[in-house]
């Protein structure tokens, strides 16, 4: 009988990135620290673009963290109707469509055009506190987990800013989020 | 599937901002309207003779809702004008803002100077009798009021009050020069008759409220340098209405759309309104437009400005402001496009 090994698609993903998640030695540097919490907050999961390789697919460390790929355009979504399925991603997993629209995840290299190049640490925070965009503006959409990753201390959320600022600079200008169509009008 | 914002989140985000700007849980607001010190006579409503009634001469649309507005400085005190663009106000300072719709009043919010450091923002939600208020729960209240079929009015919890207010440098918005100036804009949106006792710059530096003395404001209210009439009115609104954030002081700003009217700007210079919209490429595309970003105002089109586009919409990637309204203001929106379409010159 032959043995069948399955992989989840998470473990799959780090074993192809070759990722370490290692703790930060006591002292770390703030750097270090945000390094591990983007790490094992899976942050790379849905910000840094999948493409296929020999074991399927993995996450393009040459894009790390600059979201939805520029050239990937924005394809019409698909259709869920009122089924159990309701939402659904693209292949590089950095696009979904849901009932609230479709969503691309943000670019979060530290390029000043397309990245976070020009956000401060108290902007990166507030988008937190606030789950507004920016702090201020629209709302983070889903499936962005804001509402989990507001309870992280400011202290790990500065970390994870401080590790944001020192990432390769990625320009990729990542499509604006995409309103639902408009609710039909009630018939007569 | 995503989780929403919960209350208990608020709350966190609330207690972490405070203790960020000043090392301490801030001061709680009093659990009555009664108690913050607006009414001399609660029980009939009867002002206090401290507190001063205004009128900002652009109000902020909140789906047609009647306000009114009073503030209140603490007795030898004035106000720090030395920034013409941020003034700095004495600690103690009260603002109130009261809305009603349909005749009932719902709301009473309230902006408190209780330290140095510390703003306290509330809310106070009505009876139906109209009698009393009673404070607001920190995640606000969804569905307060009916404001138009199908469609509720929700009381901003105290995130969403910073959300705004913390956007410039300075938290009071409303209350300033050119909101507060003589020179009265007839075409402004919604604006109100000016009611006798009513507080504007001349009043403030007549009675000493100004710090250091602006003799200038009286003698030339500060006043938009506009093009025309309309485009004073379309200016004064964009600046009184998306200028809280949209200004150089915020993250907003970095984008370059800056819709704060300075008053203490050069005379002359082209409003930051007009220069930063008229034929500006922005970062934004209106759907089904091609590029990166459409223009945020497309001289002699409308349908083809991303900034017409977002007033109009109240779908939630789209619409502008963010917060604070579900309906479209369709006022301003009429003043709008006939500017764009009437005012300015398409490109050859």
Redesign the interface.
Known sequence: MRTTTTLTLPILLALSAGASAAPPAPGASPEERGGYLVRIMSCNDCHTPLKMGPKGPEPDMGRMLSGHPESFGVPAAPSHGDGAW??SGTGTNTAFAGP??ITFTANLTPDPETGLG???E??F??T?????H??????V????????I??AT?DDLKAIYAYLRTIPAVRN?V??????P?PAAPAK | MPTPLRPAALLLGLLALGAAGAGSAPPEPPPTLAETGLYADPATLRLAPSVLFYQPQYPLWTDGAAKARWIFLPPGSAIDVSDPDAWEFPVGTKLWKEFAFGGRRVETRFLWRATANDWVFATYVWNDAGTAAILAPVDGVAGAAEIAPGLRHDLPGRLDCRACHESARVEVLGFSALQLSDDRDPLAPHAETLRPGAVTLAALEERGLLSPARPEWVARPPRIPAATPRERAVLGYLSGNCGACHNADNPAGTTGLLLRQLVGSREGSVPPARATTVGVEGGWLIPGASGHGSLRVAPGDPDGSALVYRMASRRPASQMPPLGTKVPDREALELVRGWVAEELTPRR
């Open positions: 309701v939402w609230w629209g020009k956000w401060t108290k902007t925070l507030e937190f506190r606030t789950g507004r920016m702090g201020h503006g629209r709302p959409r889903p499936p962005m987990p804001v509402y989990w507001s309870q400011d200008r499509p604006q989020p995409v309103d639902p408009e």
